[in-house]
């Protein structure tokens, strides 16, 4: 009986172990999951006062501006900063499933997640392909219609990345062709009046950079364009043009070039200038504390009181300013 | 009884009697029947597995000694308290026993009693010594004490290598069976000894009898087989003449090649003696004399014969079996016949051979290799290192790590000298990415190790040197502390080979140290053949 026993454990042990063989134990998959930027690196650091202030926009028109009142500028790049973050958050979190998943196909310098049905467009699959070429890698979010030749591919999602920073830290392009989406009978649901959503970063060292360039609908170059940067000091800035706001009363939208930077307590300056439209030339600098109330305001165009308040209570961001 | 002697054994008496002069006289004096005995009997049964550095283990010396104080204290007469067993015991013991024997026959002559010494011995003999693991003790000083002891009758039954030259010098004899007869009862007074084997001849055990062919015939011999004059006592004579005949018949064939065990006697008085008496226990076996003549064999639960009984026609024999189960098996020319018998204490079972069934060969209740009977479990704990060959391998992939474990060792199960193995062990230790385009992240590697291996040993004395075959599942996994990176997991059968040796610290301790040589597919980032050794210690304890 025992003879019998043995005879037999021998070969089922051996097919137990041959079932539980293989893994995912692979220094290029860290590579490849290494080649994505982390969320939080390519988020717009706002201050704390951001959150507690309220993140939602009260007025899309900037009132008049009140010494000892509510910055609302503040509020609104603060509020642009968050509609920032949010689209940045979308991209990456699509990819975050692919990376927290193990690859489907391990070639050499690539590797490919899928393809897999795609739920929310049904009657597609989706796959994730990326390549390496030394330390450049390129990633690729594509789709086709299920059951289609391998040539069906299309790409939604193209991007870019150098790794030489760490961890998930370098410099890369992600971009989202909502156009291309569209002409596949995809739904861009809030997005149709864009064409194309590029982001461009560096995350390597600071001061890092994050850039936004919305390309409407039509268009053959970017109308709006958000960028973010941060330095050692912990100070952050956000820029970013938007035109076609109806700033002040007349027949022309205005085009806004507005640079907001603030400090890690939520102190801020914020300059604006307006482009094009009725108010062209003018130029407004305002100061604001850490509980987003205006303390030091300037205006070009009032020649009796261009400044109100105290301008030493503006913060000190000379830090975030570009070294020739 | 000359009666009952084959003619062709009685001529070849005759003419030993006429080539050896004094033999025959000798040889009658001491043949006669055995007598009521009223020996005060004491024993010393020594069995010892080990005889030092250039002498090979035993499997079967301790069994043997077991088995002989069995026999001596159930039917030799030797009251429990007068026997001493020692198994594994050294010289120094062996003497302290033995005088502490002496002491007690030195108080029993002083009573006025006969007194008679059984000394036996099962294990290594060499260059003239008996050797009790690394202790040893000299033929010639043994004689000597023996000659001094304050007992009438002194018997050594030595079971070992050349124990013969303990014989030599008082005429051992490569001789055939004794013939036994009877005569008138007289006093035996003097030195009796039984060797195994010749001085110049190797002892020789057996797995399918689990003991030496000399010992276990010597003991189915005094069970009863030896009982040819079928008066339900077995006499020194008749067990070795039985011993005799029926080892150089089993050695006969062997690669050793046939082993004779010789006797020597040097009695004063004249006279055989009885060793067992059949009917000491009331419980055992008889075979009626209806039964089939034949050879019978009595199997026990582990499938080894304890006695056998070679029967005549018409003849009533008594085996004194223990209580217990037995399996008997009577051998024909085209087939067995097989059955069960049940001794119970204190009763006598009488064999009824129309209840054996007819089964082929192929049924035969003996097992051949004796397994289970002589495999023996080890169990230990080990430490040591894993490394792999290739450079970048063990810096970027696979880590050097320390491996603690635990490991069951089975002895002797598919062979002798085999050694089936079953290991596990764990090791780990921290790393750092550096790799082309990921440099910095720290993590925590860990190496699960699970084995079977089969190695052959060569023991030699304490030493066992072993090379191998092993097969192993190896778990490899790493976690980053950086939440960045998920925790990743290799695993695969991986084969190998193993060497080393076994050094035995006590007897049951043993410590080996080996090496193994192992083979790994790798096959995630590409098929890879990657090689890895390992070094470890292993400490053993035998239960």
């Known amino acids: ?324 | 009884m000359t009666g009952l002697v084959p003619a062709p054994v009685r001529g070849l008496v005759t003419k030993l009697r006429a080539s050896l002069p004094g033999f025959g006289l000798a040889f009658a004096l001491m043949s006669t029947a055995a007598q009521a005995d009223t020996l005060h009997r004491f024993a010393l049964i020594a069995g010892n597995d080990t005889g030092g550095d250039d002498t090979r283990p035993l499997s079967y010396a301790r069994d043997d000694a077991r088995k002989m104080h069995d026999l001596l204290t159930r039917l030799g007469g030797v009251a429990p308290s007068d026997a001493k067993l020692l198994l594994d015991d050294d010289a120094k013991d062996f003497l302290t026993a033995l005088s502490d024997l002496e002491q007690r026959a030195r108080a029993a002559q002083t009573r006025g009693e006969r007194t008679a010494l059984f000394v036996y011995y099962s294990g290594h003999a060499k260059d003239g010594a008996l050797r009790l693991g690394d202790s040893r003790l000299a033929f010639d000083a043994l004689k000597r004490r023996l000659a001094d002891a304050p007992v009438d009758i002194r018997i050594a039954i030595l079971d070992s290598c050349r124990s013969g030259a303990l014989t030599r010098t008082k005429g051992a004899r490569k001789a055939p069976a004794f013939d036994v007869e009877s005569g008138a009862a007289r006093d035996a007074r003097g030195v009796v000894i039984l060797t195994s084997s010749a001085a110049d001849e190797d002892s020789q055990e057996s797995d399918a009898l689990g003991g030496s062919y000399f010992s276990h015939h010597l003991a189915s011999g005094l069970l009863g087989d030896a009982d040819r004059s079928g008066d339900g006592r077995v006499t020194l004579f008749e067990a070795y003449s039985h011993a005799y005949a029926r080892t150089v018949a089993d050695t006969a064939d062997s690669s050793a090649g046939p082993q004779h065990p010789t006797f020597s006697y040097d009695l004063a008085g004249n006279g055989d003696l009885v060793l067992t008496d059949l009917r000491a226990s009331a419980e055992g076996l008889v075979v009626p004399g209806g039964a089939p003549a034949g050879s019978y064999y009595f199997v026990d639960p582990g499938g080894l014969v304890v006695a056998e009984l070679d029967k005549t026609a018409d003849t009533e024999r008594r085996v004194a079996l223990a209580p217990g189960t037995y399996r008997v098996k009577r051998r024909m020319s085209d087939r067995l016949r097989i059955g069960e018998v049940e001794i119970a204490r204190g009763r006598t079972t009488v064999l009824e051979e129309p209840r054996l069934k007819d089964a082929p060969f192929s049924d035969d209740p003996v097992k051949g290799a004796a397994r289970g009977r002589d495999t023996w479990w080890a169990f230990g704990l080990t430490g040591g290192y894993q490394s792999f060959f290739d450079a970048a391998t063990r810096q970027s992939l696979f880590l050097s790590v320390p491996l603690f474990g635990a490991e069951a060792e089975l002895h002797d199960y598919f062979r002798r000298d085999w050694v089936w193995g079953f290991d596990a062990a764990m090791g780990g230790t921290r790393g750092v990415l550096a790799l082309p385009t990921l440099a910095g992240p720290t993590y925590r590697y860990s190496v699960v190790n699970l084995g079977t291996s089969l190695t052959t040993e060569w023991p030699l004395g304490r030493v066992a040197p072993f090379v191998g075959a092993r097969l192993a599942y190896l778990i490899l996994g790493r976690q980053f502390e950086d939440a960045a990176f998920p925790d990743q997991r290799f695993a695969m059968v991986s084969p190998g080979l193993v060497a080393g040796a076994r050094l035995q610290l006590s007897r049951s301790v043993h410590l080996t140290t080996r090496g193994r040589l192992q083979y790994l597919q790798y096959n995630v980032d590409a098929q890879r053949s990657l090689g890895y050794w390992e070094l470890a210690a292993l400490l053993t304890y035998a239960p």
């Open chain 1, 1 to 324: 009986m025992r003879e019998h026993a043995m005879r037999n454990l021998a070969p089922a042990l051996l097919c137990l172990l041959a079932v539980a063989c293989g893994g995912d134990f692979s220094n290029d998959d860290l590579e490849f999951q290494n080649a994505l930027p982390q969320r939080q690196d390519l988020a717009a650091k706002l201050p704390d006062a951001a959150s507690r202030s309220g993140q939602g926009l009260r007025s899309q028109q900037v009132g008049l501006q009140v010494l000892g009142g509510t910055s609302e500028l503040a509020l609104q790049a603060y509020a642009a900063g968050t509609r920032f973050n949010v689209s940045v958050d979308a991209l990456l979190s699509l990819l975050e499933l692919f990376r927290n998943a193990p690859p489907t196909t391990r070639e050499t310098d690539r590797r490919i997640w899928g393809p897999y049905p795609d739920k929310d467009h049904p009657g597609h699959e989706v796959r994730f392909v990326m390549e390496r070429q030394g330390a450049q890698f390129a990633y690729l979010l594509q789709y086709r219609p299920t059951g289609t030749r391998e040539d069906a591919w299309w790409t939604y999602l193209p991007g870019t990345f150098k790794a030489d920073g760490g961890i998930r830290k370098g410099e890369g392009t992600l971009a989202l062709d909502l156009k291309e989406a569209r002409g596949h009978g995809f739904d861009t649901g809030d997005a149709t009046s864009l064409d194309r959503l590029d982001i461009g970063y560096q995350t390597r060292a600071l001061p890092t950079r994050v850039e936004l360039l919305f390309t409407g609908a039509g268009a053959t170059l970017p109308l709006t364009r958000y960028a973010s940067r941060q330095v050692p000091e912990g100070l952050g800035e956000m820029a970013f043009r938007l035109p076609g706001q109806d700033l002040v009363p007349g027949g022309l939208l205005e085009t806004l070039d507005i640079l907001a930077r603030w400090t890690p307590d939520g102190r801020g300056v914020l300059e604006l200038n307006i482009l094009e439209g009725d108010a062209k030339g003018a130029k407004y600098t305002e100061c604001w504390d850490s509980r987003t109330r205006i303390t030091f305001l300037r205006r070009n165009w009032d020649f009796i009181n261009p400044t109100e308040g105290d301008a030493a209570t503006c913060p000190d961001v000379s830090a975030l300013v570009p070294k020739p």
